[in-house]
Antibody
């Protein structure tokens, strides 16, 4: 059974950089796509981007200028970095697995990390 | 890309069936079979319930079923149980990304 565990700083000031990491246990990074989704009261669920085991990435165009993803196959982990955060970036951030770039299913999901941006 | 449209809330008594609709467009729900549904209990991560319109992952009860007609997808929950009370979100591939619905709160009376 694949499980995802995530961590990262939960309280940021405007203009700081958000960094989250998701560790995969019970399976390999290969043959799947690893995505970041965020959830906020204002925007609901929103796709951020995804990465595969070789490091190929795709991003939500609305966030692509501030977002980068990376993968560490030796640790079975992948990471999200978002620069210049504002209050609009406040929300719960989830990592999840998909079978393809289509994101036709997302399973499992990590437990989520509450990120709050406030001065 | 606009969010998919779901009713804010639905309700039903134990044992009854409820239907949750997800209205999209000819660019998302109407164009692809890649519609999925997620259940989310308070404070928890979403859980995959249905994918590719009608498929259920292993472990999801067959009380949960999905369908699609035109630009609208639906999730039906039959034989309602107390533990089905949760928020439900639909999701559709758009050709280059995915878009989610705003969520529906299912209350078991």
């Amino acid at each position: 059974q694949v499980l995802l565990q995530q961590w990262g700083a939960g309280l940021l000031k405007p203009s700081e950089t958000l960094s989250l990491t998701c560790a995969v246990s019970g399976g390999s990074l290969s043959n799947h796509y690893w995505t970041w989704i965020r959830q906020s009261p204002g925007k609901g669920l929103e796709r951020i981007g995804e990465i595969d085991h070789s490091g190929r990435t795709r991003f939500n165009p609305s966030l692509s200028s501030r977002v980068s993803l990376s993968v560490d196959t030796s640790k079975n982990q992948f990471s999200l970095r978002m620069t210049s955060v504002t209050a609009a970036d406040t929300g719960v951030y989830y990592c999840a697995r998909s079978s393809s770039w289509l994101l036709n299913w997302l399973d499992p999901w990590g437990p989520g990390t509450q990120v709050t941006v406030s001065s | 890309q606009s969010a998919l449209t779901q009713p804010r809330s639905v309700s039903g008594s134990p044992g009854q069936s409820v239907n949750i609709s997800c209205a999209g467009s000819s660019s998302d729900v109407g164009a692809y079979i890649y519609v999925s549904w997620y259940q989310q209990h308070p404070g928890k991560a979403p859980k995959l319930m249905v994918y590719d319109v009608t498929k259920r992952p292993s472990g999801v009860p067959d009380r949960f079923s999905g369908s699609k007609s035109g630009n609208t997808a639906s999730l039906t929950v039959s034989g309602l149980q107390a533990e089905d009370e949760a928020d439900y979100y639909c999701c559709s591939y758009t050709g280059s990304s995915v878009v989610f619905g705003g969520g529906t709160k299912l209350t078991v009376l």
